[in-house]
C-alpha cells in the first residue's frame, strides 16, 4: 500500500507515501539523494524509493492483485527493481529508462507485481506495470499512482488496490491552485496515509528548490529537510 503524487504547476512538487508491514527500512540523505532503503533478507539495505540531484524522483508501489503476467520468463527481461535503482542511484538517465522499457520486456519478482512511477526533472512521468505495459506522459499537470494497475482501472478488486486514495488524492490535486507547494502535498499525503498497512515515510520532493522534505510514521510535526546540489 503507497500513495505516489506528481503535481506540475507553478513548481514540480512530488509526493510518496511508503505504507510497509513488517518491513525494516531506514531513510538515507546523501550530498546528492535522499532516498528510503528496505533491508531485504538475500540483498542487505537496497535503495529503493526517492529523489537525486538530477531531479529524477523514483516510486515503486506494489500492484494489488497480484498478476503473474510480471513474473520473470526469460533472461532478455529487465527487472523493475534494478530499472529504479539505476535511475535513483545515476547510473541511468531518466530518458535511458523510457528508451530501454519501450524496446523491452519488463519484470518483477516472482510472486509480487512491482509497479512504477518515475519523474524527471521537467515533470515528465513513467508508470511502469510488468508484464502489461508502460504509460509516458508528458509533463502531466497532474499524476496519481496507488496500488491498481492503471491498465485494468476497479475491473480487479483487492483490499490493497487503493482506489479511494487514489480518487481522494486526484481530487485535492485537481482542485489545487497554481502555487501548490510542499504543505500542500503534505496535506495529501496526511489524507491518504495508512494505518493498518501503517504509513512508514512521507516525502515531499520540491523539484524545482531540489530539496526533499520528509517525516516518519505520521509524526507532521516532525518533518525533516535536507536539499540536494543542481
Given at each position: 500500500m503507497c500513495t505516489s503524487i506528481v503535481s506540475n504547476r507553478?513548481?514540480?512538487?512530488?509526493?510518496?507515501?511508503?505504507?510497509?508491514?513488517?518491513?525494516?527500512?531506514?531513510?538515507?540523505?546523501?550530498d546528492d539523494r535522499v532516498y528510503i532503503a528496505i533491508n531485504d533478507k538475500t540483498e542487505g539495505w537496497m535503495p529503493l524509493f526517492?529523489?537525486?540531484?538530477?531531479?529524477?524522483?523514483?516510486?515503486?508501489?506494489?500492484?494489488w492483485p497480484y498478476d503473474n503476467r510480471s513474473d520473470?520468463?526469460?533472461?532478455?527481461?529487465?527487472?523493475i527493481i534494478m530499472l529504479?535503482?539505476?535511475?535513483?542511484?545515476?547510473?541511468?538517465?531518466?530518458?535511458?529508462?523510457?528508451?530501454?522499457?519501450?524496446?523491452n520486456p519488463v519484470c518483477s519478482v516472482p510472486g509480487v507485481t512491482f509497479q512504477a512511477q518515475l519523474s524527471d526533472a521537467e515533470g515528465n512521468v513513467l508508470q511502469i506495470i510488468p508484464g502489461q505495459g508502460f504509460n509516458y506522459l508528458t509533463r502531466p499537470v497532474c499524476s496519481v499512482l496507488t496500488n491498481f494497475s492503471p491498465f485494468k482501472g476497479d475491473s480487479e478488486k483487492h483490499p490493497w488496490m487503493g482506489l479511494d486514495?487514489?480518487?481522494?488524492?486526484?481530487?485535492m490535486l485537481s482542485d489545487a491552485s497554481a502555487d501548490f507547494g510542499v504543505g500542500?502535498?503534505?496535506?495529501?499525503?496526511k489524507s491518504t496515509a495508512q494505518t493498518v498497512c501503517p504509513t512508514a515515510v512521507s516525502m515531499v520532493f520540491d523539484v524545482?528548490?531540489?530539496?526533499?522534505?520528509?517525516?516518519?510514521?505520521?509524526?507532521?510535526?516532525?518533518?525533516?529537510?535536507?536539499?540536494?546540489?543542481?
Open positions: 507553478d513548481k514540480t512538487i512530488i509526493g510518496w507515501n511508503l505504507d510497509i508491514l513488517d518491513m525494516e527500512h531506514k531513510v538515507v540523505a546523501e526517492g529523489a537525486n540531484s538530477r531531479g529524477d524522483f523514483v516510486a515503486m508501489p506494489t500492484c520473470p520468463s526469460s533472461a532478455d527481461e529487465l527487472n529504479d535503482i539505476d535511475l535513483l542511484l545515476g547510473k541511468k538517465t531518466f530518458e535511458e529508462i523510457r528508451q530501454l522499457v519501450q524496446a486514495r487514489y480518487e481522494k488524492a486526484m481530487k500542500d502535498c503534505f496535506e495529501i499525503l524545482t528548490d531540489r530539496t526533499v522534505y520528509w517525516c516518519e510514521n505520521r509524526e507532521w510535526d516532525k518533518v525533516q529537510l535536507k536539499s540536494l546540489g543542481k
